[in-house]
């Protein structure tokens, strides 16, 4: 956890309230926090869970890895302690998303559960959902859009999950995909079901 450097700093409280922003958006908010190893399916799912959402009215975001590497962090690379980080903006950028009244969809491998541990941690009861999409390695190695894998297994590519750094798979993840065996659709709908079962997408 980072240090607070800032002194003479005074919270101030918003005059719409984020039960305010819910009553307007008619739905609930949270963190769906997509974790699994490079290429199992996270920002694809995502974005399609996004799409399903938008079609019914529902406001969403979708914070994804590479995306805000390019802005927010790009000053970070991928040792355990800038990964650290990089989750930790994350957390506090997605709670503030959820403030607004929006469900946050976090697409990134986050591989250490400390951190995302931390991140929930950050958020009620109820408003961090992890979604761990679970796709071997040997599935993510074959799919390998990116051509990462085939890198980082010649050693150009150091310490890359799953390969020479270490993935800590949820233990009690809210929901598990099986991003092995079904497709994309698939997979977007159950995260869709889900939440409409727990009685998210409506007040």
């Known amino acids: 956890m980072a240090d607070q450097k800032a002194t003479n700093?005074?919270?101030?409280?918003h005059h719409v309230s984020t039960a305010d922003r819910r009553a307007l958006n008619k739905h609930k908010a949270a963190v769906l926090w997509f974790t699994g190893l490079s290429a199992c399916g996270k920002s694809t799912v995502a974005n399609t869970v996004d799409h399903l959402l938008y079609s019914r009215g529902i406001r969403s975001f979708v914070l994804d890895g590479d995306n805000v590497r390019h802005g927010l962090n790009k000053n970070l690379g991928f040792?355990?302690?800038?990964?650290?980080?990089?989750?930790?903006?994350?957390?506090?950028?997605a709670k503030l998303f959820v403030d607004a009244g929006l469900f946050t969809l976090t697409a990134f491998i986050?591989?250490?559960?400390?951190?995302?541990?931390?991140?929930?941690?950050?958020?009620?009861?109820?408003?961090?959902?992890?979604?761990?999409v679970n796709a071997s390695l040997e599935t993510c190695e074959q799919r390998d859009p990116k051509g990462l894998y085939k890198k980082a297994r010649a050693g150009e590519i150091k310490g890359f999950t799953g390969i020479d750094d270490p993935y800590e798979a949820p233990e009690k993840p809210e929901l598990t995909l099986d991003a092995n065996t079904k497709?994309?659709?698939?997979?977007?709908?159950?995260?869709?079901a889900y939440l409409k079962a727990k009685g998210y997408l409506a007040l």
Do not use: Q
């Open 110 to 132: 986050s591989p250490y559960r400390a951190d995302r541990d931390a991140a929930r941690k950050l958020l009620p009861a109820g408003e961090f959902i992890e979604i761990y």
């Open 79 to 93: 040792s355990a302690e800038d990964r650290a980080e990089n989750i930790r903006r994350i957390g506090e950028v």
């Open 9 to 13: 700093i005074t919270w101030h409280e």
């Open 183 to 192: 497709s994309i659709d698939e997979l977007a709908a159950e995260v869709v």
